[in-house]
């Protein structure tokens, strides 16, 4: 095989300067996604005629799930994880509305709606390096969508 052969090879096509760019359009889709939960579930909620002093009362208490980082990073991102993760809040409010238990139905949309929020502001789920570490990329510091 002669070096010629390797001269007419076709150039890989073009990337991203930086994954962080490469990334930047999943970003902005789990953004969007974050958005469309939040307010899908704020409809709902609304349609159920639910109570919107509770939806302001609880919607801030998935938060609380912070002070897991007083024991460290590790444990901090996994309690945070816990209370931000769509597998838990959405099965808690179709069992509401299945068993026709209202409370549980409101509870389980305000989290779901918390969690969208998070998710469209930015704030994803943590790496266990950091509070600032997140699958949505890094927070407090210049980034894309």
Request: aromatic residues 12%.
């Amino acid at each position: 095989m002669t070096s010629r052969a390797f001269a007419t090879r076709p150039k890989d096509p073009p990337s991203a300067s930086s994954p962080a760019e490469a990334l930047a359009p999943v970003r902005a889709t789990l953004r969007l996604e974050g958005a469309a939960a939040a307010a899908s579930a704020a409809v709902i909620y609304h349609q159920g005629a639910f109570s919107w002093i509770w939806f302001a009362v609880f919607f801030l208490a998935p938060d609380l799930s912070m002070f897991g980082y007083l024991k460290g990073p590790r444990f901090g991102a996994l309690a945070y994880n816990a209370a931000h993760t769509y597998a838990v809040a959405l099965p808690l409010a179709l069992v509401g509305l299945f068993a026709r238990q209202p409370g549980l139905l409101a509870a389980g949309l305000i989290w779901t709606a918390h969690i969208g929020l998070d998710r469209a502001l930015g704030y994803g789920l943590k790496l266990p390096t950091g509070f600032r570490d997140t699958h949505l990329g890094p927070i407090g510091r210049a980034r894309a969508l």
